[in-house]
């Protein structure tokens, strides 16, 4: 069968290397094999990361250790930051794991900022809050950076930050940033198959952790940290997972870190080019569209041009790649193409050819 190139948001195209990788032959996961593939590929991890913290490896998709997370850190009550479709979720997802969660709501479209999460913290109420750094839903990335200074003043507060789809594409000094929690599952910009989550935390979350009774056995940060010390995991990983990840480290260390962050930028500033040639808007707010993904204003939004989105990714699929058309309530009214992962200035002037082959048929 053909295969359809993906630029989705996740997952994404994975390249043959790593799916050599992904297929090296199997070992055991308590045996030297293995923990001398997690030891060498740890301080790649934290030089990632730009942390001293031991990063672990959960064999689930995202999700798992963001309820983890939840679960572990949340004693009293959480504040939800919730700007789109993933970060939305997390409120619900909270309340289903029998916690006390809040709402902070902005429209779709809007990042999350910095003094409006203050207004909330200052409450006192909370022990806990979930941010995503890179709203996948909207192609929104709100700024890290002045949210985790918050931390300064709440140093008590549990920070909790979802980089699903932006860890590895852009710096993230988790050590820096000061937050509790960081994690990305790696069909994103790792450009991964999916079912492996690459996270760490703060020795606060751990200390916090130990006190949780009924944090479970599967995403116990504190089983996580003691396992990771060992170059383990606390039970049977996607061994499959960790050759790919290891050879994806070697493409990431290749490159080097700086080309990689400047070489998504450049990537998502050519789509938004795009987009606007084409008399598109953007959906997200002026000044915080994502460097992963662009996310495509196509009536959710009052302005620019408005297309048959279905049909445009039927023409584009025609051609060999494959397009999103938009996510949960700005299905069809946005539509969403993906940068990440191994993608190149040429890779992308292919899927622009596409996208304009099929925007040309679609107006005979
Ligand atoms: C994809 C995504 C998730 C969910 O990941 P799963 O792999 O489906 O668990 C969570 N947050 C963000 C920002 C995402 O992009």
Redesign the pocket.
Known sequence: MEHVKLHI??PVEVSDKTFRAFRSPMIGHRGQGFKDLYARIQPELQALLYTKQLVYLSTS????V?EGAIRNLVAKRVLCCMNGA?SDKWLDVARRCGKEAEALQVNWGSPILAEQIEARLSSGQFDALTF?H???STGVMSPVYRVAALKEKFPDVMFIV?A??SMSALKLEFDALRVDVLLA?T??AFALP?GLTVFVCSPAALTKAATAKDRGYYFDLVEFQKNAEQNMTPSTPSIGHVYALASKLEDIFAEGLEARFARHETLAKMTRDWAARHGFTLFPEPGYESVTLTCINNGAKPGGRVIDVPKCQKLVKDQGFLIDGGYGKIKGTTFRISNMGDETESTMQQLYAALDNALDQMKK
């Open positions: 948001p996740g998709s995202a999700w798992g963001m993933f995503i890179n709203e996948t979802d699903v789809s599952g069909q994103k999916p």
